[in-house]
């Protein structure tokens, strides 16, 4: 061989070993993915021969999903219902299959239902080559259903209430003609109050999905925080005089400017404080303050309300949740926290929320420094 020859031979074999390289570490960080996937996935060849399985399809193994490679389901099933399922599906030519099976990973606690999604493979001629199965865990299905369910009731609860009141209230003006002046303004308020409250949990609802969607438009300029945080006091206060709660303004002279939305910052403060009235008791009390210091800037809401256990402190700004059931005579839809959050991260911050059960509850939004502005504002 000349030395040439074994130059090029030497080169091909090189680039061979260094593609076989780039190769296997390329199936081993699909299989890295595959395996962290919440679905579990298995690949069985037209002789029921498993050809690929990740870590997820464990409970449809006896062994582990790294060990059944080359092995046949018969032999390594965890079900034998599964098995069946399985053996009936390769004798026939359906394209999709589907159904529900009860399946324990180990044995070794109660079995959970799975929806099995089985597809025939096909090459390029349209021959069948083997079958691919996918196991969902149905429980995070029915928690995601359940939360649905619960979402509806309390919307329709939010929902009617406002309007039965809204209906009684017109109802006393249009039937009661020699209603005095006093009496007309009182029930006026109640419309107002209860209108008002519609309007916020739509606004809320809208714009949690506008955020979900990224469809949402950030407005930011420089607004002076003092008014827009008195101007939300100021449309919280009847809420707060009705149920005997005392709102407290400790706000100092020189807050300084932000760039902010102010109309979506606004409504995350609101959520925040209308949350705490909500939640306090009659002659109770809800603090506002703000306060900056090197890194960021801080506007705490303390109340002396009923407080938050500390196992519900990581969910109640979760979609939907809600710590404290109607029976205790406090209702909400779950939207507001979660909404005051969205918008807070919008501008880069954080909600968090210092708590205990019957002790009141403090929550603080804090933002970055770089969001003082100078300038006056709006």
Request: glycine fraction near 6%.
């Amino acid at each position: 061989m000349t030395r040439s020859a074994a130059i090029d031979r030497l080169t091909d074999e090189m680039v061979s070993l260094a593609s076989n390289r780039i190769l296997a570490l390329r199936l081993s960080q699909i299989q890295y993915v595959l395996d962290r996937l919440p679905v579990g996935i298995l690949v069985l060849d037209t002789n029921g021969v498993v050809t690929s399985a990740n870590a997820s399809a464990a409970p449809l193994l006896n062994i582990p999903p790294g060990e059944s490679v080359g092995k046949q389901l018969s032999e390594i099933s965890a079900s034998d219902e599964f098995t069946e399922y399985v053996d009936g599906l390769l004798r026939r030519s359906a394209e999709v299959a589907e159904r529900e099976i009860a399946l324990a990973p180990d044995g070794k606690r109660d079995a959970a239902t799975h929806r099995l999604h089985c597809e025939h493979l096909e090459n390029e001629d349209l021959a069948t080559v083997g079958l691919l199965v996918t196991l969902t865990d149905q429980r995070h299905v029915n928690v995601v259903r359940r939360s649905q369910h619960d979402f509806v009731d309390h919307l329709v609860h939010e929902l009617r209430t406002p309007m039965t009141s809204i209906q009684a209230s017109a109802e006393m003006m249009i039937d009661d003609e020699n209603t005095d002046l006093d009496s007309r303004r009182e029930i006026a308020n109640i419309i107002y109050q209860e209108t008002y409250r519609l309007s916020r949990l739509v606004d809320n609802l809208l714009n949690l999905s506008m955020m979900e969607s990224d469809n949402l438009v950030i407005n930011e300029k420089p607004t002076r925080l003092k008014r827009v945080l008195e101007e939300t006091l100021d449309v919280v206060q009847p809420q707060a005089d009705a149920k005997g709660v005392f709102i407290n303004n400790e706000l100092g002279d020189r807050l300084p400017s932000l760039n902010v939305d102010k109309s979506l910052f606004s409504m995350a403060v609101m959520n925040i404080i209308g949350n705490a009235v909500k939640y306090t008791p009659a002659g109770g009390t809800v603090t506002l303050s703000a306060d900056y210091d090197e890194m960021s800037f801080k506007i705490a809401v303390r109340d002396t309300g009923i407080g938050i256990p500390e196992e519900y402190h990581d969910k109640i700004f979760d979609k939907f949740f809600r710590v404290v059931s109607a029976s205790d005579g406090f209702h909400g839809s779950g939207v507001g926290l979660a909404t005051a959050r969205e918008i807070v991260r919008l501008h880069d911050g954080d909600i968090t929320v210092t708590s205990t059960a019957g002790a009141g509850s403090t929550f603080v939004i804090s933002l970055p420094r770089t969001r003082i502005n100078s300038t006056v504002g709006d």
